[in-house]
């Protein structure tokens, strides 16, 4: 199960809340202050009869309020309302058009707005409105005001459009003034501002908005109007961004908002909205922390919440709710970053804090008891999650009382699958059918809602193996979706329903399989034609949505599909025999990974790329916005037809302009990379056999291809993933390993070993296999490190890794390099933290920790020096070793050696990235260069060796930080990289990759010169330095063929000075012996 994200976006609500006076009476407050209501309530009424005696109008506006809490306290909310609105009709009585009836009314309407009565608050301000239109001259300073609050009321009612036309009318009551009131135009444009957002009007509630800021610049240039209110609004502006897809922009306008009120706190003057602020800037770190979070960039997003966390507790105490929320947001991302113990300690933390605080029936309790469940629930621990599912579910229905939102019906889709897994039959249909009944009561059966609901009915009848009724499940669904799409009028929101459909057609075709004869080609051809329909939609979609939540559906939902297709290929090519068959199995499997490397392209809007101009880049965004906004427009039916058409036609120019001026840029995002198996086998160099696994659900093939021939085999699986664990677990002994390793080439090799004709081998892995070292396979069962080295596969075959059989090419020849070598070593020494921290010391929230923790390379940087002496080139050390000089420097050398930290992320394959020097003169600057970022390098290599990097997390989307980053580096116009499949000890790797350095210069293959290097290494270590841990992780990934070399200038020149020198040694000595004088 994947764990939820909670994204709740603090969005800053009413900033004039009520206009209203608000004055204090000082001694009814202190007799309210003593709860002595009876008192004060003697005293309010006491007093209002005075003023209407008086007739002292002005003032009774001042205790409507205290009339209505003291009246409440002591008869009750229904009498304390008719006392309120007495007077009100008293004063309209005793004082006909008086100007302080507006204030009156408006008080009222706040009191019985409090009480919860908002339909009456509205009735209220709109009587006094009616009552004065013959007579606004008397009040025109409050003409806005009204219509303000109506619109403030309106809202809260939930009449959006309603409320929307109470602003704008306070709007041009305001501006009828040559000089209108910067703070009522600040008020009614924010207000105005969040009515659009509520009615999903996101661009304009962002025009609004940034009006509100207009006239806060207006406004006198103190603390609180200059940093205060503008954070409010830009807070607002940034949830807009990240709600519009805009994150750059979103992730500028909160660190704005940050900084706004940082500068509030410190200013010198006191003031009472001082506190407010410190919350709200650690509510807007948290959002920032969030849109980190939906980009997938769970370190920074990790990194923030964490600070707003530890600053919540210092200066709030650990007794605030805003502690507890932290902790929350914090055990979230532990789950999702697949750190369920961490999840666990940091969950339960929160709940301790909820407990003491003596209510524990509050949303944010389920939450962290939903995911408690998620993290018992990956720990195999069914028992605990069964009982946090129960616990959160029994909060949740205190909580909603039968109201349920998104947020609910998605926990409760988790919960179900839960017990679907777990067999637990009953109460799993029963839950889905309660989330289904539920939304067909409230939402309609021809709603998104009711298609979700049926979706989730059917991945649990399916489950539970009821597939009769899985299939009625996702057929209703889908008739569900075509009434909607028949009734839509915005073509956007029919495409986005249409993207329920793939996983419905799925869940529909798994279940017909089930139930289907397995000899019965003609059906399963059935099924297949009807999985080709859900694949078109998905790859229609590919084009038109670029959305972060609609990417991540494409994902989602084209895995699965992919793999039930591919598993009906290669059922009918088991059957059949026929070769197109297996064609479209490997097709699919190869062209469904690039699919996710571009889907993931796409989520990452500031992604440039080299070999194209920006301008390109910049018509290619409007284009795609223009398709986005074609479907969204207002109009007619026929209208939005042709505008669409239309875009759609521009977008097909400028992909064939694409094709023809910018070729590889086009390939790489654009192109269709259907192959047959022979197209791919004529790619494989010659002399070279390979190897190309494929996990197809839980089963698993090997392709063993040369240029001459081709043979799919299929593998045993069983426990492969727990012997590859076995192998990366730093405890495990030397027998231990020894015998996984013969176990691993019992299934991975012996099966096709007779199939391979040369001791060069490319293998392709997949999945998990990316956590596994071929080359120490062993053919006999061995009990110590000293036998491994001796039997295993190293001995016998050179090996290199690529990524894809797509990705397989000839070796361009390119133009001549500029250099031979290239290093960046920033070392990350003790000085150079010390000498960070200096500077940032006055900015926590911006202080890189993780950098700070890094450890030293100074093997690293000792070996950089030293290829450097031999090869010549240039040298970037310490601090002058950042992502700048790479990003200018890099490119055109044989060798680019980059001695850094580097992180290879199966989770958020995105933010892979490489780690350079911290810039000391700008701390803030950025010193990671992330693989989206690595796209508009130019690398152009032979080689790339990034020795020290660490692999992601092993267990969640194995080996796709590693893909990801190869095809970097490969577009960046890198021929290979020499990486680390694991985590190295860095001496270990320096002495290897000295050694393969050195075999490079004798003209030797990669591949070979990587083997020789490890033998070596072997051969003269002993004890623990033996083991695979330290030797086996270090691969070549892409082209093998050996280097040329450029003649080291600074060698030619020592070779020149020394035979210079020994001419002139010669000459000198001709000379002196033919000087010599001769004896008499």
Request: hydrophobic share 40%; proline share 3%.
């Amino acid at each position: 199960m994947k764990p939820s994200i909670l994204i709740v976006f603090y969005l800053l609500v009413f900033a004039n809340a009520i206009c209203q006076k608000n004055d204090e009476v000082a001694d009814v407050e202190q007799l309210i202050k003593a709860e002595n209501f009876k008192e004060a309530n003697r005293l309010i009424n006491t007093r209002l009869i005075a003023f209407f005696n008086a007739k002292n109008v002005d003032t009774i506006g001042d205790y409507i309020n205290y009339l209505g809490k003291t009246t409440n306290k002591i008869k009750g909310a229904a009498a304390a309302e008719k006392e309120v609105l007495a007077i009100v009709q008293k004063a309209k009585s005793a004082f006909p058009y008086h100007k302080a009836l507006v204030p009156i009314y408006l008080e009222a309407a706040f009191f019985v707005s409090n009480q919860g009565d908002n339909e009456l608050a509205y009735k209220l301000v709109l009587e006094v409105d009616h009552y004065f239109i013959t007579k606004q001259s008397v009040i025109t300073s409050d003409l806005s005001p009204i219509q303000s609050n109506m619109g403030d009321f309106a809202m809260r009612l939930g009449k959006n459009a309603q409320a929307s036309g109470h602003y704008l009318k306070s709007i041009e009551y305001l501006k009828r003034n040559p000089k209108p009131d910067a703070q009522k135009m600040y008020f009614a444009n924010n207000s105005l501002g969040i009515v659009m957002w509520y009615s999903s009007k996101i661009d304009s509630a962002v025009f609004y908005f940034s009006k509100a800021i207009d006239a806060l610049n207006a406004m006198e240039a103190n603390p609180l109007n200059r940093h205060f209110r503008v954070a409010l609004v830009q807070n607002n502006i940034g949830s807009c961004y990240t709600a519009l897809g805009k994150t750059q922009e979103a992730i500028s306008t909160f660190e704005k908002v940050i900084s706004n009120y940082k500068e509030f706190v410190s200013s010198p003057e006191p003031h009472a909205k001082k506190e407010n602020a410190r919350i709200n800037q650690y509510q807007a770190i948290d959002n920032l922390a969030k849109v980190y979070l939906e980009l997938g960039d769970f370190t920074k997003a990790h990194d923030l919440l964490f600070y707003s966390y530890q600053q919540k507790a210092a200066s709030f105490g650990s007794k605030s709710p805003e502690v507890y929320k932290s902790l929350i947001f914090l055990g979230t991302i532990y789950n999702n970053q697949r750190n369920y113990l961490k999840a666990q300690t940091s969950l339960n933390n929160a709940l301790s804090h909820i407990k003491e605080q003596g209510d524990i029936n509050i949303s944010w309790a389920a939450e962290a008891y939903w995911q408690l469940a998620v993290a018992a629930q990956e720990l195999k621990d069914n028992k605990a999650a069964a009982a946090h599912f129960e616990e959160a579910n029994r909060i949740y229905e205190i909580v909603y009382a039968g109201q349920y939102d998104d947020l609910y019906l998605s926990y409760l889709g988790n919960m179900t699958m839960f017990y679907a897994t777990n067999n637990e039959a009953l109460l799993a249909v029963n839950l889905a059918n309660k989330g289904l009944n539920y939304v067909k009561k409230v939402q309609g059966e021809n709603s998104l809602g009711n298609v979700l609901q049926l979706k989730n009915l059917a991945e649990v009848d399916f489950e539970l193996k009821k597939y009769r009724e899985t299939i009625t499940a996702a057929s209703t669904g889908l008739n569900v979706v075509d009434k909607i799409i028949a009734k839509s009028s915005k073509m956007i929101d029919s495409i986005r329903i249409e993207m329920e459909k793939p996983r419905l057609i799925l869940l529909k075709a798994k279940a017909s399989y089930e139930l289907t004869a397995k000899n019965d080609t003609a059906a399963i051809v059935l099924l297949l034609n009807e999985l080709y329909v859900a694949k078109d939609i998905l790859d229609k979609r590919k084009s038109i949505l670029f959305e972060q939540k609609d990417v991540n559906i494409l994902i989602a939902n084209s895995k699965d599909l992919l793999d039930f297709i591919k598993k009906l290929n290669y059922e009918l090519y088991n059957h059949t025999g026929k070769i197109n068959y297996l064609d479209q199995m490997i097709g699919l499997h190869e062209s469904g990974m690039y699919a996710r490397i571009r889907s993931r392209m796409d989520k990452q809007k500031a992604i440039r790329f080299a070999k194209v101009p920006p301008g390109v880049i910049e018509q290619e965004t409007k284009l795609k916005e223009a398709i986005q906004s074609s479907l969204d427009r207002a109009g007619s039916h026929d209208e939005k037809i042709r505008a669409y058409l239309s875009s759609i036609n521009q977008w097909n120019q400028y992909q064939q302009m694409l094709r023809t001026k910018y070729a590889a840029y086009y390939n790489m995002r654009y192109a269709s990379n259907q192959k047959t198996l022979k197209e791919f086998s004529q790619a494989i160099p010659a002399g070279i056999n390979l190897l190309r696994y494929y996990f197809n659900g839980e089963d698993l093939f090997v392709l063993v291809a040369s240029r001459e021939k081709q043979k799919l085999v299929p593998l045993p699986s069983a426990n492969l993933q727990d012997i590859i664990a076995v192998l990366n677990d730093p405890k495990t002994t030397a027998a231990e390993i020894g015998k996984a390793s013969f176990n691993l080439y019992g299934q991975l090799w012996k099966p096709v070993e007779k199939e391979i004709n040369s001791k060069r081998i490319i293998i392709i892995p997949d999945d998990f296999l990316y956590n596994l070292s071929f080359e120490m396979l062993s053919p006999v069962v061995v009990k110590t490190y000293k036998e491994l080295s001796s039997q295993c596969l190293l001995n016998k075959y050179a090996i290199s890794y690529h990524y894809s059989l797509l990705a397989l090419s000839s070796k361009k020849a390119g133009a001549p390099m500029k250099d031979n070598f290239i290093g960046f070593s920033p070392e990350f020494s003790d000085k150079q933290k010390k000498d960070y921290s200096s500077v940032i010391k006055n900015d926590s929230l911006h202080m890189d920790n993780t950098y700070l923790s890094l450890l030293p390379l100074p093997f690293t940087t000792s070996l950089a020096k030293k290829i450097q002496n031999k090869l010549g080139g240039q040298l970037f050390l310490n601090d002058e070793s950042t992502p700048a000089a790479f990003k200018t420097q890099a490119g055109n050398h044989s060798i680019i050696h980059i001695g850094t930290h580097a992180e290879s992320n199966n989770n958020s394959p995105e933010f892979s990235r490489l780690i350079f020097a911290k810039d000391p003169q700008r701390a803030n600057t950025e010193n990671s260069l992330y693989l989206f970022d690595i796209y508009n390098c130019d690398l152009s290599s032979d080689l790339s060796v990034l020795t020290a990097c660490e692999s992601g997390k092993p267990g969640y989307q194995d080996g796709e930080g590693m893909i990801s980053m190869a095809h970097a580096f490969t577009y960046a116009g890198s021929e290979s990289i020499l990486t680390g499949l694991w985590k190295i000890d860095e001496q270990t790797s320096t002495i290897i990759t000295d050694l393969f350095y050195k075999n490079l210069q004798e003209g030797i293959t990669k591949d070979e010169a990587l083997r020789q290097a490890k033998l070596s290494y072997l051969q003269q270590s002993d004890g623990r330095m033996l083991a695979p841990q330290y030797w086996a992780g270090l691969v070549i990934m892409g082209d093998s063929s050996p280097i040329i070399f450029k003649e080291n200038s600074q060698t030619k020149w020592y070779w020149i000075g020394g035979i210079a020198f020994i001419l002139s040694f010669i000459a000198l000595s001709f000379f002196l012996k033919k000087s010599k004088p001769k004896n008499s």
